[in-house]
């Protein structure tokens, strides 16, 4: 699986969209992106995947450029409960043979500010 | 439609006991993931698992640790003879059987079991 970088804290005034970027340089072609969080202590929190194309859902949009080598997770409009690490992990699909373990790197600090 | 669930949600036990950890998949869930957090540091892959096979289970210490998914009732992590160095939260998470045509891994994590060794 391709290893992912990101940048390890970032701020962002609540109620603004909250912009987590992540590289993934080595990724291949049947890489997923996946993006999961955890807030303190909890457990991990699965948000969003995409493959090729930009994804949306009612948690967040994933944004992943032309040639798959970076993406971003945008959170429209932060709140403080979404202050926690956020988790970019490159990861084999269905079919691909592996056992699709998440390998989960340091992650993003965001601390979403009042 | 539950969630994952893990019980205990907290465990203290002493040097030398052993450590019984459970997870519940979700309903029509499959397969079982055990992940381990150590304080202060990320997660970490232990073993994966299907209705009485382990798939792969490269990242289990090799001694005292085992883990089972009978074909009735929760996934099992047992850990014998606990040392302080394996007090740590011990996270679940399960994933559906893939479908044909699509990719249906999403791993969906449970709340926890928080290892405590005296």
């Known amino acids: 699986d391709a290893k992912t970088t990101q940048p390890p804290s970032m701020d962002c005034a609540e109620g603004r969209a909250a912009n987590l970027p992540c590289n993934h340089s080595?990724?291949?072609?049947?890489?997923?992106v996946y993006w999961y969080r955890q807030i303190h202590s909890q457990g991990p929190q699965y948000i969003i995947h995409?493959?090729?194309n930009n994804e949306t859902n009612e948690m967040a949009s994933l944004i992943i450029t032309e040639d798959r080598k970076s993406s971003t997770l945008i959170l429209p409009h932060a709140t403080l409960r979404d202050t926690a690490v956020y988790y970019c992990?490159?990861?084999?699909?269905?079919?691909?043979?592996?056992?699709?373990?998440?390998?989960f790197g340091t992650g993003t600090l965001l601390a979403v500010q009042p | 439609n539950a969630g994952v669930m893990q019980n205990p949600r907290h465990l203290v036990r002493r040097r030398g006991q052993e450590a019984r950890l459970r997870c519940s998949p979700m309903?029509?869930?499959?397969?079982v993931y055990w992940y381990r957090q150590l304080p202060e540091e990320g997660l970490k892959f232990m073993v994966y698992?299907?209705?009485?096979?382990?798939?792969?289970e490269s990242g289990m210490p090799k001694e005292r640790f085992s883990a089972e998914f009978p074909k009735e009732g929760p996934s099992i992590l047992r850990i014998q003879q606990v040392v302080r160095g394996d007090s740590a939260a011990y996270f679940c998470a399960s994933s559906p059987l893939p479908t044909s045509g699509g990719f249906t891994d999403t791993q969906y994590f449970g709340p926890g079991t928080r290892l405590t060794v005296l």
């Open positions: 698992l299907q209705k009485e096979n382990i798939i792969d």
């Open positions: 995409g493959l090729k």
């Open positions: 309903k029509g869930h499959s397969h």
């Open positions: 080595t990724i291949s072609g049947n890489e997923y």
């Open positions: 992990i490159a990861i084999v699909g269905a079919g691909g043979g592996a056992t699709n373990k998440l390998i």
